[in-house]
Each structure stands twice: as C-alpha cells, then as structure tokens.
C-alpha cells in the first residue's frame, strides 16, 4: 500500500523560507492529482495547494505568491515551497491527493512553526 511521507519542516521566523517534500513508497501517485495541506491547533485540516498529474497549481488565498507546489512523478515526490512565512503558518502539514476517492492514509506530517 502506498504510504506517503513528510518531511523539511521545521522552526523558522517570519519570512523565512522552507522546502516541504512528500515521498510515495510502495506505489506511484503520478497519475493523481496532489495536494498539501495543514493543520493548526484546533482548527480543521485545511488544503493550500493542489497540483494536477500534467502540473496545473491552485493555492489557497492565504498563501497565493508564498506559496509554490511542484512535482516530480519520476521521482513519486511532491514539494512544497515556502516562502516569506508568517506566524499564521504554522501548523502540521500533509500532502495527500486532492479527490477524496483517492486519498491514502494520512502520513505524519511535518511541523512548520514560524516564530521569532
């Protein structure tokens, strides 16, 4: 079964950057469209980007010229690039596919915390 695994988060202050991955083993997502998401502390999971399997990109308005979703289907990897963070970023977050039919098991995830 396909499991999906997070990783690049870390602390950071504001507006810094960083370079989500999320690496698929045991299958291929390539022909599936894919997205990142996140969530805070007491707040529901929330999508912030989404690639499709030919590369088009859709972000959230709260990270729209931050944010950049990318992907690399030879390489089963999705990355997420993060720029001019703010404290209103931080969270968990988690790639998984955009179609709910689709989903796999949730991975992990990665913390991101954006602090000074």
């Known amino acids: 079964q396909l499991q999906l695994v997070e990783s690049g988060g870390g602390l950071v202050q504001p507006g810094g950057s960083l370079r989500l991955s999320c690496a698929a083993s045991g299958g291929t997502f390539s022909i599936n469209a894919m997205g990142w998401y996140r969530q805070a502390p007491g707040k529901q999971r929330e999508l912030v980007a989404g690639?499709?399997?030919?590369?088009?990109?859709n972000y959230a308005d709260s990270v729209k010229g931050r944010f950049t979703i990318s992907r690399d289907n030879a390489r089963n990897t999705v990355y997420l690039q993060m720029n001019s963070l703010k404290p209103d970023d931080t969270a968990v977050y988690y790639c998984?596919?955009?179609?709910?039919?689709?989903?796999?098991?949730w991975g992990q995830g990665t913390q991101v915390t954006v602090s000074s």
């Open positions: 998984n596919a955009l179609v709910p039919g689709s989903r796999y098991p």
């Open positions: 690639i499709g399997s030919g590369g088009y990109t």
